[in-house]
Nanobody, 116 residues
Framework: QVQLVESGGGLVQPGGSLRLSCEASGSISSLDTMRWYRQAPGKQREFVATVSSFGSTNYADSVKGRFTISMDNAKNTVYLQMNSLKPEDTAVYYC??????????WGHGTQVTVSS
C-alpha cells in the first residue's frame, strides 16, 4: 500500500513563499502522474498542478506563474514551490499519485494559511 506524506505547510504572510513536499513510500515511476490539489473551507477540492512523464507540467490558471511543481524520482518526492502567496491560496493541500496501472493514492494533506 503506497503512502503519500505531505509536509511544508504553515502560516505565511501575503507575498511570501512556501515549498510543499510529498514523499511516496513506494517508487514514483516516470510513467506515473503526480498532482497537487487543494481544498479551502466550504469549497470543493480543486486541481492545482500536475507533473507527468518526462517532466511535463500543467497548472490551474489561478496559480500559473506563481507555483512550480517538480519531481525528484530518486527521492520519490514531488514538490510544489509556491511564491507570491495570496490569502485565497489558503487551503489544505493534497498530493495525488496515479500510477501507470491506474491506481490512485492520496495523502492526508498539509495546511497552508496565508494571512497577515
Amino acid at each position: 500500500q503506497v503512502q503519500l506524506v505531505e509536509s511544508g505547510g504553515g502560516l505565511v504572510q501575503p507575498g511570501g513563499s512556501l515549498r510543499l513536499s510529498c514523499e511516496a513510500s513506494g517508487s514514483i515511476s516516470s510513467l506515473d502522474t503526480m498532482r497537487w490539489y487543494r481544498q479551502a473551507p466550504g469549497k470543493q477540492r480543486e486541481f492545482v498542478a500536475t507533473v507527468s512523464s518526462f517532466g511535463s507540467t500543467n497548472y490551474a490558471d489561478s496559480v500559473k506563474g506563481r507555483f512550480t511543481i517538480s519531481m525528484d524520482n530518486a527521492k520519490n518526492t514531488v514538490y510544489l514551490q509556491m511564491n507570491s502567496l495570496k490569502p485565497e491560496d489558503t487551503a489544505v493541500y493534497y498530493c495525488n499519485q496515479v500510477t501507470w496501472r491506474a491506481e490512485t493514492y492520496w495523502g492526508h494533506g498539509t495546511q497552508v494559511t496565508v494571512s497577515s
